[in-house]
């Protein structure tokens, strides 16, 4: 085979970058060649930003295709008259248009119908880019379906007819490609065909064509040959092997972000950048898809206009394109997993080869392979997809459904199990799993569920309380936005714990549990709790309180006490303690209500999903009274109310490890933490240990416990051991605070202040949390000299816990710095906790702390660190005789005489 190496000189490229500067410079400046044609041909001339000459006879066509970012602006009359019909203001790439070509014997466009290959070809014949510096003859031929390309004779005729238009043969004379191959061999000067919809091409006919190209390209080294196509083909699988050739392919063609924003400019839509780069995510750039979602404009609201119906239509254009009815239902099939693998498409489909399948639609650029052996296809297409299996093949569609739903695990994703089910017309099932994955569905899943729920028919709504609840209830608690994004909670959904399902049970004159609305919406609420969505929680247990009253017992209760424990969890002491007397849960509590006697409502536990144990408490009133005695339990702690420890002490032992329990627990190690009392100190540490033994990790319920346990450890003063519990934290808010109070206790403080400042919004919906977070960030700013933002932040604190009625976090601050930041403001001294909740003699008895000034609780912060008064000057930035003013004035107020003695007694004020 004759050597097809053609590099141009670097002379002729540079030549080419001349012409190409002086055509975009100069756009009235036309070749020669070109007016020569123009004569010829009777051709319409426009010139960009200049006069339109018109010969005699003319048809418009655009100066220009895509060369140096111009656009092709219309069609063109090339070669033997074919007409090539290009899209209006589609651009290229620059090395499509500049790129070397005439060096390629072969160059193949091969991508589905909408990608611009007849526009790309059309720029390639308006710049002059195939003739190249030799001047070849450029012919183009457009293939059309039909009789001329049923059989060989009929294709190799047209070609025939396109190189000699004045003179074909006729089916006497010799045959019809040896004509062919005479003509090319007497050919004066050097040639390019372009063969454009090769893939009209009858395909009983292809495998012959392709062999006769490439024994032409083979037998004429003049010759060069350019196709485009929608289909893979022989001829490019061999060229590839054995001539040089240049495959541009869907990846080559499609538009990135800067084309689509020029495109849609020039269809006069402006977007922002955002919704161009989602537009060309949704569409993976196919330029078709991109200039229909653009010449629709825009909605009401400045975004993009779709109609799924256009997208639809043309994609089952180009699955008509494959003509194959296997490839059009391995689509219908495949397009409903998302992502797939190849044994998966296998397994889905049963019969027939599945990579036979594959192979042509990622050639095609319709698959995409994110990763080895995972395919996927782009939304639009996907959507689209969708769309017309359930118009055409709905049938199919359930089959598939049913197919996912059989070999899939719910339990590893029941929202996704669900979706399959409601698809697949599997009403039963999916009933099933919202009763069984309740909690998993309304936390994890919650959209899933509502839409899922909307499609179920009316007697299985009517008759399940957790499809009526999706529906009348779900989507207003659904709203977990901080700032304007979406929010990922932070904790998984408790699925069916040991003792965290609230459920009830109805006796013979009642409902049964599965049309309880109000049973659903409290099951609601603790999953929500449980995985860090107070928000949901707080609104699934109103709702449920709401259903209560029309009908006021167990259910009016128990919601209203779980209402009270909400509001107390987070820190809303003054919301909490006024639901603490409604009246509907203090007259159930003192029996004026419906009772245990009349046997209604009973309070049970699942444990482990499978068996249920009743409470020894006994009725709902037994699970409302340790509920309530919880609640004001923790309301007296976080206040710092002198009766914490009476209330605190009498809460019973629960008999499981379920909510009430994990709280109580919380509870006690929060009051030994206000209390100061070592041994309490130590009694909480121990139960806190034991208790983290029974929580499964990662779940909201550790992270509070863990939190808690790092308080305790650091109010013992073990920082050592604080430290090595780091490790079980995580990388939640709470765990990020917990953080920052441990970098105070290793006076850390800048660091204190980085993790504190990274905590972000989410706290804002805890106050209790929020209002510690604050007071950790106010202590680290006023110890490194910010003091100006610590009594701002102060200030703020104060007013919050004003609000909530809070105490017990400003217990994290040594008492020297609460005065120096409170000052004489008389309102914020009464937020330090009292005294009076401690239970050690010796601690109850110590004589009120010292106040310092501002500065002198600075210079007592400095003196831990700094070994005297020029040390503490050049640290503050003070004059060594202030230094020394303010050191002697701390002396004086501890009471002691030197610095180790004030160092022990700030010890005792560091830590309580």
Excluded at 823 to 835: E, H, I, S
């Amino acid at each position: 085979m004759p050597d097809r190496a053609r590099t141009g000189p670097t002379t002729a490229r540079r030549s080419r970058i001349r012409l190409n500067w002086r055509r975009a410079s100069h756009p009235d400046v036309v070749p020669a060649s070109v007016r020569r044609a123009e004569r010829q041909q009777g051709r319409t001339l426009h010139r960009p930003g200049g006069a339109r000459r018109r010969p005699s006879s003319a048809g418009p066509h655009p100066w220009g295709g895509a060369l140096g970012g111009r656009s092709v602006m219309s069609s063109a009359r090339v070669g033997v008259g074919r007409r090539i019909r290009a899209v209006p203001h589609l651009q290229f790439a620059e090395d499509l248009i500049t790129g070397p070509l005439e060096s390629s014997a072969l160059v193949v466009l091969r991508a589905p119908r909408g990608y611009g290959k007849t526009s790309l070809l059309g720029a390639w014949l308006d710049s002059g880019h195939l003739a190249g510096d030799s001047g070849r003859r450029v012919v183009y031929l457009s293939l059309a379906p039909g009789t001329a390309t049923a059989t060989a004779t009929g294709f190799w005729r047209e070609v025939l007819g396109a190189l000699e238009p004045e003179g074909a043969i006729t089916g006497d004379g010799p045959p019809v490609r040896a004509a062919l191959s005479a003509a090319l061999s007497a050919s004066a000067r050097p040639l390019t065909i372009v063969l454009d919809h090769l893939h009209h091409v009858d395909t009983s006919v292809d495998a012959e064509i392709d062999a006769g190209l490439l024994e032409l390209l083979d037998q004429h080294p003049d010759l060069n040959l350019v196709v485009a196509t929608r289909t893979l083909r022989n001829l490019e699988v061999t060229g590839l092997m054995s001539m040089p050739t240049r495959l541009i392919g869907p990846g080559d063609l499609k538009l990135d972000r800067v084309r689509s924003e020029t495109l849609a400019i020039a269809l006069g839509t402006r977007l922002p950048a955002t919704t161009i780069d989602r537009l060309v995510t949704m569409t993976d750039g196919w330029p078709a898809l991109v200039r229909t979602t653009l010449a629709h404009g825009t909605d009401d609201e400045g975004g993009l206009d779709r109609d799924p119906t256009v997208a639809a239509a043309f994609v089952h254009r180009v699955i008509d394109d494959f003509g194959d009815d296997r490839i059009r239902e391995f689509l219908y099939r495949t397009c409903l997993l998302g992502s797939f693998t190849l044994d998966r498409a296998q397994g889905l489909v049963g019969h027939g080869d599945a990579l036979g399948l594959l192979r042509p639609l990622h050639h095609a650029g319709l698959l995409h392979e994110e990763v080895p052996n995972t395919y996927s296809y782009t939304p639009a297409v996907r959507e689209a997809l969708e769309r017309l299996a359930r118009e055409h093949r709905p049938e199919l569609v359930k089959e598939v459904h049913r197919h996912l739903l059989e070999a899939g695990a719910p339990t590893v994703d029941p929202a996704r199990a669900l979706h399959h089910a409601v698809l697949a017309e599997e009403w039963e099932v999916g009933l099933d799993l919202v009763e069984r994955y309740w909690n998993r569905l309304v936390t994890q899943g919650p959209h899933a569920l509502i839409a899922s729920a909307r499609a179920f028919p009316g007697q299985y709504v009517a008759a399940s309380a957790r499809l009526r609840v999706a529906l009348t209830d779900l989507e207003g608690g659904v709203v977990s936005t901080l700032s304007g994004q979406e929010w990922s909670w932070p904790w998984p959904a408790v699925d069916d714990p040991d003792g965290l399902t609230l459920t009830s049970r109805a006796d013979r004159q009642r409902r049964p549990l599965e049309q309880d609305e109000s049973v659903a919406l409290l099951q609601w609420a603790i999953a929500a709790l449980f995985s860090g969505d107070l928000h949901a929680a707080t609104y699934a247990c109103n709702r449920a309180r709401n259903r209560g009253l029309s009908d006021p017992g167990p259910v009016a209760a128990l919601a209203t006490m779980g209402l009270a424990v909400l509001h107390l969890f987070q820190g809303e002491l003054v919301q909490g303690r006024r639901l603490l007397e409604d009246p509907v849960l203090t007259a159930f509590l003192d029996g004026e209500g419906p009772g245990p006697e009349d046997d209604r409502v009973w309070g049970e536990v699942m444990s482990n999903g499978s068996r249920q144990h009743r409470i020894a408490a006994g009725t709902a009133a037994g699970i409302v009274d340790r509920g309530v005695r919880l609640a004001r339990a923790m309301a007296a702690v976080d206040s710092g109310s002198p009766d914490c420890a009476r209330l605190v002490g009498e809460l019973a032992e629960p008999v499981y490890r379920d909510l009430v329990w994990m709280l109580t627990v919380s509870v006690r190690a929060r009051y030994a933490t206000l209390s100061g009392d070592p041994r309490l100190v130590l009694d909480a540490a121990n139960e806190l240990r034991s208790a983290l033994r029974y929580i499964a990790a990662g779940t909201l319920p550790e992270a509070i416990l863990v939190h808690d346990l790092m308080d305790v450890l650091l109010r013992a003063g073990m920082v050592g051991v604080a430290r090595d519990l780091d490790h079980r934290t995580g990388k939640s808010p709470l765990a990020l605070l917990g953080r920052a109070k441990l970098a105070v206790a290793e006076r850390n403080y800048h660091q204190a202040i980085v993790l504190c400042e990274s905590i972000g919004s989410w706290l804002s919906l805890w106050p209790r949390l929020a209002l510690e977070r604050d007071v950790v960030l106010a202590g680290a700013y006023h110890a490194v000299g910010r003091g100006q933002e610590a009594a701002e932040l102060f200030a703020l604190t104060v007013h919050s816990a004003q609000v909530h009625g809070l105490t017990r976090p400003f217990g994290l601050l040594p008492r020297y710095v609460f005065d120096a930041l409170a000052g004489a403001d008389r309102q914020a001294q009464l937020l330090w906790p009292d005294p009076r909740t401690r239970t050690s003699a010796d601690v109850s008895d110590e004589a009120p702390a010292p106040a310092f000034t501002d500065r002198e609780a600075q210079v007592l912060r400095a003196l831990i660190d700094h070994g005297g008064p020029v040390a503490i000057a050049h640290h503050l930035g003070l004059s060594t005789n202030t230094a020394k003013t303010h050191v002697r004035n701390i002396y004086k107020k501890l009471g002691v005489s030197n610095r180790v003695e004030a160092l022990r007694a700030a010890d005792r004020l560091l830590t309580g």
